[in-house]
């Protein structure tokens, strides 16, 4: 188990992290969130093409972090992958997106010595999560969704839904 663990850290964990360090300097241009998505490609467990990351950007355990065709990261971006995020072709994370397949439980009267409950998350084809928005673990968000600025989604919605708020409430995007 140990020898697992270490083997998770030399093959994905740091080497994504010397690609995000190494080109942190660069500017969020269009050339350079190309070169890190394609310099980070070998270290996430599957990747589609014309994978863009900006900088800043947090990975915890790529080896379970799985992202279609056409997908945008924005900067500051914090993804907890321990039980594993799935983004769908051209899906785009705004700046400052969370999304957590981990979350911490009460025991007793701590949190700090709780359990962790561990669920996938699901973001489908075609969805936008906008800026300083938060994705709860087990949470699977349907295609071609848009999730509002500083929303926290809690809940599964269907395809072509607007999410928006603390706790998310979805609206039926109009068909077009």
């Known amino acids: 188990m140990l020898a697992k663990k270490i083997y998770w850290q030399f093959r994905y964990n740091i080497p994504f992290a010397w690609v995000m360090y190494m080109t942190q300097w660069l500017p969020d241009l269009t050339i350079t969130v190309k070169l890190r998505g394609f310099l980070a490609r070998p270290f996430i467990l599957r990747c589609g093409k014309n994978f863009q990351i900006g900088r800043d950007v947090t990975l915890l355990c790529p080896q379970n972090f799985v992202v279609g065709d056409d997908v945008f990261i ?51 084809k075609g969805t936008w999560l906008a800026a300083n928005s938060s994705v709860k673990c087990g949470v699977t968000i349907g295609c071609y969704n848009l999730v509002g600025a500083n929303s926290f989604v ?3 919605s269907e395809d072509g839904c607007f999410i ?13």
Request: aromatic residues 6%.
């Open 74 to 124: 924005g900067k500051g971006c914090w993804l907890n992958a321990k039980a594993g995020i799935i983004l769908e072709n051209e899906v785009m994370l705004a700046p400052y997106v969370v999304i957590s397949s981990l979350q911490h439980t009460l025991d007793g009267k701590s949190f700090r010595f709780g359990k962790s409950l561990q669920k996938q998350v699901r973001i489908g």
């Open 154 to 156: 809690i809940k599964d």
């Open 164 to 176: 928006t708020g603390v706790p998310g409430k979805t609206t039926k995007l109009a068909d077009r």
